[in-house]
């Protein structure tokens, strides 16, 4: 191939030779480039610590040692950090926190809702706010990584929780501008449907509403807890009215002797390894004799599409 050469200045290297094809010749692209490769963002999800619980200080040291092995992107706490929402038992939970090596997302659970009436009907939320978080529904957002908290809790339910209009609202607000590609996780304490093969186990009130909201807005994972037994499912299994076959990530206690079900007398916690094209799920259950945290057989489940047109 004929080329003609001259002299280009370039800001990199002054003096270096452009090399430009004479008219007529044909131009040789370079060969395409390798598509850079996808970071993968590890979360951790942990719920139910309930300090004020005997044996839960204990614990937490073998807890936050795998937590800090692990070195997630965030981590995220799905509620009742409290045994009875207690001022002491918020600092304990608030110390707990402060020695968690990544930035955290953290909502509220039934148990951090004083029992003392005018603070429940009132301010249920009062001393959460004094020593937890500065809102009961945060959110950690980055380029490819939104995960937002979602308050489901009550001030007249001692167990139960709701999908407020008004929180699926700020959880809409957070996503309306994330780029397509993100994962988009929601954080509550309560979950949104009934846990396979449990006939008991209730449903937050209107949760088709919020699973709907959900649906729409493309969301990837709903990380819960509540029922201190660790469920990790599509969504598509368990509500015949969504489409979007979205991860529910039911996580146990992580720390008091109240796991139930296939988990009485269990600790454990779960990971979520987001690729680029996977989800790995592995939950990681408390060994008496090792004193630490031992990871179990992966799950792995495909990544979803995103939402509609890349906005970002």
Known sequence: MAVVAFPHRSPRRPGAL????????TIAH??????????????????????GSPGVTERTVPLLAAISDLAPSVVAVSGDLTRRAHPEQFREARRFLDALPSPYVVVPGNHDVPFA?????HRRHARFLAHVADEAAPCFIDDDLAVSGMDTTRGFAIDGGRA????????????????????RVVVAHHPFTKQPG????LAVQKARRALGV?????VDAVLTGHRHETVVVPVTHV???????????QAGTATTYRGRCTERGRN????????????????????????????????????????????A
């Open 268 to 311: 454990s916690f779960v990971t979520l390894d987001v690729g680029r094209d996977d989800v790995v799920v592995v939950r990681h259950v408390y060994d008496p004799a090792e004193d630490a945290f031992v990871a179990e057989r992966p799950q792995h489940f495909p990544r979803l599409p995103g939402p509609g047109p890349d906005v």
């Open 214 to 218: 959900f649906d729409r807005l493309g």
């Open 117 to 121: 009436p005018w603070l429940r009907f």
């Open 239 to 249: 509500a015949r009215e969504v489409e979007r076959p979205f991860l529910l990530v």
């Open 18 to 25: 452009r090399v430009l094809p004479a008219a007529g010749a």
């Open 30 to 51: 370079p060969p395409p480039m390798s598509r850079p490769r996808h970071r993968t963002r590890r979360i951790v999800h942990v719920s139910d610590v309930h300090f």
């Open 198 to 201: 449990r006939r008991s186990s």
């Open 164 to 183: 407020r209009r008004g929180a699926l609202a700020l959880v809409e607000e957070r996503f309306a501008a994330l780029p397509r590609t993100a994962f």
